[in-house]
């Protein structure tokens, strides 16, 4: 009896001490307990699961991330705004590639690089790619840490690129094999044979509304034409003949081969567009890609191809890299920004970008893109890593100015394509107002 | 005026001698009537004059959020003579109001005329016309978007099926924009003008009908002689009130067209928008901002004029 309570007493006191240890580690475990951090994120395909995974981060940290999802126009104004007024609504924000020149020059975002050098083995950095960097780095700055990488492809339709009639009938008429563009000329050639409006196909499509999405998709093309805005001396180039070139082909696209709404489209209409199987082939980025496969909201599941975007003659290919990087406010508490940082590692980390490719994410790991389960469920997986080895982030200029060259391209070429100016007009009058920013 | 005095009686402790000799300031006749007016001084000094004060101050900067203040005199205004999207904003504005206020008072003034009368059905349809009225702008705009849609919207569908010419559809042709983002206007803001002229039509004295009847009017001469002049106040005050309003568009544009294509839809508002709020160029946007005050109140004066005015058979 004696021994039997003297077990109890020891047992008792084992387990107090014992529990009293395991509630100290995991307040060491949780070391940002309480801590609940703001996140401004793009309503980009990714999204939503970037809200389930801030709420997961709790578990692992006791910190957790709200994450508020908002259109690319109201993100762009929210974050600048909160940056501009110091007033700290945001701790966290998905930041463009095109915004990093303006935010590196305001110091509105914390410079990571001492924290990735800091942390360089647990972060695993020469398993990022190297273009991802370029979302955020600039003049020997990481205002923002690679979050989701895009690769700009061509998206086709593969059971029509397939069709034996299809390819029969467009051998006859165009004296070559029907296979993915790989010239603007082959791209034109295609994208005349495909539209046919009566059976509400149409043969290419792309972004026409006023602002970003018209001048952003105009540089897709600028680039397969050779052209840029600036060029390696800093002198506007906005009106070269690549330019030129690369804007009367995109007038083409809305005149004869998109749907006749494509003037008006953002993003996602032109992805509509495609999914609703009225368009044939686009430029897009590679996060959409997930979403043809989805019978929930696509009518071309199993019908896509996806290929490396042609280019003009005599121009050595290069394809557009995208996508956006994760930035701490500059405003924010210490204490926040440690919170902040420690969320940034994790939702980063090889495992949770696995787990978050599952949920239409986006890679920025080569391991991610390795990965043999994730390449059994997306095949594609293997042309983004193509398109990412030889992407290039700064054709669209990642400069401080970038948003008032935007706005005016927005305006100028959505005035060419609905022919209120000549592409020459157009192309004149961006080159002088932009030149007028830089006082050229 | 002692009765009226007595209503603002301030009991305060004794000893507190500058609070009594507020409180028997107040307490004499006339100066009770400060107290009055003293929330509405407030509140028109602290939400109306200091903003105004202050967009006026801040338009002589250049000031971009988030960078310093540097004085530059009259130079925004100088510019904005010279900004030819401005410049074209304000036209595009002109038409704007003038298309849809006077398609409104068109439609409100025939609408109702038919209303007025008495019945259970008029009771319901009175109720009912008002519901376009109870939409967020924002929201109304976002339903015409769908419903204008040049791929899948059910007008450009019914449109083309009737065979009439859209183009590539209502809302992205140049053509057609601008009149597309009226009518979703007018369809908004006409049951306004109607409740407005049917409560002016229902406070129309009898008499002069009953004189004209007698004189043997027809109804025609009735209403051009008699309802008309008659119903004018009413009108004017209609009018100024969707004037102003209108002047300051912006949420159905932004959400139809977002200011395009090019800038056919591009409205003042919406530009100071774009240099306000997107480029943050606050100095300028206050600068462009202050001409829109500027016509918001002489659009304001001119109709007060009309209305008060002996010379346009006004009330004065």
Known sequence: ?440 | MSALACTVCIDLPKGWTVISSVRDYFNTGKHSLYLFIIPIVLYLIFFFLYPVIYEIYISFFDYSLGSPKTFIGLQNYVLMAHDVQFLHSLVTTVIFVVSAVGTELLFGLGIALLLNYESRLMNVIRTVILIPTVFTPLVAGLVWKALYNPDLGVISYYLRVLGIPIGRGLTVERSTALFSVILVDVWEWTPLIVIIILAGLKSLPREPYEAGVIDGASARQLFRYVTLPLLRPTIIVALLIRSMDALKIFDIIWAITGGGPGTSTTVANLRIFQVGVQQLRIGYASALSNVLLVMSVLVGVFFIHILYSKKYGGVR
């Open chain 1, 1 to 440: 009896m004696y021994l039997w309570r003297k077990l109890v007493i020891v047992v008792t006191i084992s387990t107090l001490v014992l529990g009293g240890f395991a509630v100290l580690g995991m307040s060491q475990e949780k070391p940002y307990k309480g801590i609940v951090l703001h996140m401004a994120c793009m309503a980009d395909q990714y999204a939503n699961y970037l809200k389930v995974l801030g709420q997961k981060f709790e578990q692992v940290t006791g910190a957790k991330v709200n994450v508020d999802i908002l259109g690319y126009t109201e993100l762009y104004q929210k974050i600048t705004q909160d940056y501009a007024t110091h007033t700290k609504q945001y701790d966290l924000a998905t930041t463009d590639i095109v915004w990093t020149g303006q935010f590196a020059k305001k110091g509105w975002t914390v410079d990571l690089k001492p924290l990735i050098l800091r942390d360089y083995e647990q972060i695993g950095v020469p398993d990022i790619l190297p273009v991802m960097w370029s979302e955020g780095s600039w003049n020997g700055k990481q205002i923002a840490f690679p979050l989701a990488g895009y690769a700009n492809s061509l998206i086709y339709r593969k059971d029509l690129f397939n069709n034996l009639q299809e390819k029969a009938a467009f051998k006859a008429k165009y004296g070559y094999e029907l296979r993915p563009p790989r010239t603007m000329k082959e791209l034109a050639d295609i994208a005349t044979f495909f539209t046919r409006p009566k059976q509400g196909l149409y043969g290419l499509v792309a972004n026409g509304a006023r602002g970003p999405a018209v001048a952003q998709d105009w540089m897709e093309y600028m680039r397969a034409f050779g052209g840029q805005i600036i060029d390696s001396n800093g002198k506007v180039v906005v009106d070269s003949p690549q330019c030129l070139a690369a804007l009367k082909f995109f007038v083409e696209i809305f005149d004869k081969w998109a749907p006749p709404g494509a003037i008006g489209y953002w993003w996602d209409d032109r992805e509509t567009a495609y999914r609703t199987g009225r368009a044939v082939m686009e430029f897009s980025w590679s996060i959409a890609r997930a979403g043809y496969e989805n019978p929930s909201i696509s009518r071309v599941v199993g019908k896509t191809g996806m290929a490396m975007t042609p280019s003009a003659p005599s121009v050595e290919p290069q394809f557009g890299f995208g996508g956006w990087g994760i930035a701490i406010n500059a405003d924010i508490s210490p204490k926040r920004q440690a919170a902040a940082w420690a969320f940034i590692k994790w939702v980063t980390s090889p495992a949770i970008q696995r787990e978050w490719m599952l949920h239409d994410g986006a890679p920025t790991r080569l391991s991610t893109l390795l990965d043999p389960e994730l390449n059994a469920k997306m095949p594609w997986l293997h042309t983004m890593l193509k398109l990412f080895i030889d992407g290039n982030g700064n054709y669209r200029p990642r400069v401080p100015e970038y948003s008032r060259i935007q706005d005016i391209l927005g305006l100028r070429i959505n005035q060419a394509i609905t022919h209120e100016l000549t592409p020459e007009e157009a192309l004149s009058k961006a080159a002088a107002e932009i030149k007028a920013i830089y006082g050229q």
